[in-house]
């Protein structure tokens, strides 16, 4: 028989969703015995060299998941901190559109401004979000800012949560001096220090009615070591909260249909990814984007006309190579001029639709299935064509375009970017579209035929079971999300709280 062991509580997961609501639910009920379950090795600040060869093993998949369709690649976290320990740290309140139409269509009344407002500023104060000086802006910052602003684009300053950052430049390797204001700084030392246990290497199969069926794996060279020995137990719990990231969360439940008897047929759906495409330009001189902290401004000029946010960017050079097409003499030619790129992140704001998903397939491993519909194409090239007049605006050379009828485009094309960067040149098989904010799969709502959760969180059907993470999302959020996660895990730890 598997052992077991037994506590008030089962955290699944210790990213944002899962921490902050541990960090909230022990803030005043110290006698509660909680354990989070972690699949991800437990790697600390010093563990992080931010070299990509190594770092990569922080994520899923090495930091693609890649769609069904072979279209999007999925990065998230998969190690203590979870997505937090890699994230960049740009830091947006929901829009309070998004806000009203998740009160008036999904009843998530709670969601008052007043609500809103409070509680975020709060949570900000707790984990340093501030706007970067001036001063910080590094060329391609500052580039992004001139070609912008040439064409009348107000640009906007990003706010980032950081503590005495070292502008080491590649926060999504893990952040070398702890600066970055993740779960792995604030909230998981608080709560160990309150008599959390966190299990890592603990891999969730399968969860029932107050029990979680895992398996611990060895933990991997260079992290620390695990409390137990590899092997399936079962953890036994008077309330479990699934804040596995959205591709687990949902696909934790679908491998429980049959024990919880779900017959919801939500779980999974109305997936949304803020799809992105990283797109670079080269500069007649350098501009060492990885020189200083990557991202200190943006334009959101496009989101309420042609629903996308442009935001500076810089990503080490396996990514950059993955972001650019071709490949042999001529793909090595691109990396040479490393040093000149600038590089801008388009986000397109999708819609939540029934058909796209998570699934599992026959071994109960997740299934990104997602296709990017007409609207979502038609936004993205927009936003190529408008981040193309930036780069050329700031003093690029050329643009490596994903979407054009030749590529590179040179700058004497200017005048002919609407007809040269069109839908008919764009091969979702051959273009390097990303996401790293994932969001949706189990839905919150008051009604239960389109809804997945409750208002508290608890899983339609089930006694004991929770969610409290970004598959909570009815809609996409439209802005980079781990903000709006925390507030909705501080909303289901308080009252879970007070349900004790
Ligand atoms: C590279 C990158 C950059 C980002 N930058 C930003 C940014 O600048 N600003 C922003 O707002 N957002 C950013 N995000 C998105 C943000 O990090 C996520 O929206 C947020 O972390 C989601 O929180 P979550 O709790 O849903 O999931 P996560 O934080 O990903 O936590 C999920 C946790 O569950 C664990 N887990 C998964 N499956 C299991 C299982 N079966 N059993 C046990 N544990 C499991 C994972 O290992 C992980 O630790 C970024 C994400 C990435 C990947």
Redesign the pocket.
């Known amino acids: 028989m598997k052992k077991s062991f037994e506590f008030d509580v089962i955290v ?9 609501f541990t960090d909230y639910v022990t803030r005043n009920n110290p006698d509660l015995k909680i354990a989070i ?4 090795p437990h790697r600390v600040k010093e563990n992080f060299n931010q070299k990509e060869i190594d770092m990569t093993a922080m ?2 998949n090495r ?1 693609a998941v890649l769609s069904k369709n072979l279209q999007v690649g999925v ?18 309140r929901p829009p309070k559109k998004v806000m009203k139409n998740w009160r008036d269509d999904f009843g998530m009344d709670f969601l008052s401004e007043e609500y809103v407002t409070r509680s975020l500023d709060e949570i900000e104060k707790e984990i340093s979000v501030h706007e970067l000086p001036k001063s910080w802006d590094n060329d391609n910052n500052k580039l992004f800012r001139k070609g912008a602003e040439k064409l009348g684009i107000p640009v906007k300053r990003l706010k ?1 949560n950081t503590k005495e950052c070292q502008q080491q430049g590649f ?2 390797l893990g952040c070398t001096t702890g600066a970055k204001q ?2 792995l700084e604030v909230q998981i030392p608080k709560i160990l220090k309150r008599g959390v246990k966190i299990f890592c290497n ?4 399968s969860v029932e009615e107050n029990k979680v069926n ?1 398996t611990v794996q060895d933990a991997p060279d260079g992290t620390l070591s695990n409390s137990m020995e590899s092997g399936d137990y079962q953890f036994k719990a008077k309330k479990i909260i699934l ?7 949902p ?2 439940l679908l491998r429980s249909v049959s024990q919880l008897k779900l017959k919801n047929k939500n779980i999974g759906r109305y997936l949304t990814l803020h799809p992105a495409f990283n797109v670079n330009g080269i500069h007649s001189k350098d501009v060492f984007g990885f020189k200083g902290f990557p ?1 200190t401004v943006y334009a959101d000029h496009f989101s309420a006309s042609d629903h996308f946010y442009l935001e500076t960017s810089f990503y080490f050079p396996g990514v950059t190579a993955k972001n650019n097409q071709g490949y042999g003499e001529s793909h090595q030619d691109i990396m040479k001029s490393y040093s000149k790129m600038m590089s801008i992140l388009i986000l397109a704001h999708d819609q939540a639709e029934f058909k796209n998903r998570i699934n599992i397939d026959e071994n109960g491993n997740t299934i990104v299935d997602y296709c990017i519909n007409p609207q979502t194409k038609e936004i993205l090239i927009k936003a190529l064509q408008e981040a193309v007049k930036i780069f050329f605006a700031a003093g690029c050379e050329k643009v490596l375009v994903p979407a054009s009828k030749k590529n590179p485009l040179i700058k004497k094309d200017t005048e002919f970017i609407n007809d040269l960067i069109s839908e008919k040149y764009l091969n979702l098989f051959k273009t390097p579209l990303s996401s ?4 949706g799969g189990a839905r919150m709502g008051t009604d239960p035929l389109k809804a997945v959760c409750d208002t508290n969180g608890k899983v339609y059907g089930t006694n004991s079971i929770y969610v ?4 909570l999302f009815p809609t996409s959020v439209q ?7 925390m507030l909705l ?1 501080k909303w289901i730890g308080e009252n879970v709280m007070n349900k004790f």
């Open positions: 699944v997961g210790s990213g944002v969703g899962g921490a902050t379950l972690e699949s991800g994520y899923f930091g990065a998230a976290g998969n190690t203590l901190g979870g997505s937090s320990a890699v994230y960049t740290g740009v830091s947006f980032i926060c999504n993740g779960t603990t891999k969730v199969v895992v804040a596995a990231g959205v591709l687990n969360t696909a934790i991202k790293a904010h994932p969001q409290c993470d970004a598959s802005v980079n999300p781990y903000e709006t996660v895990a």
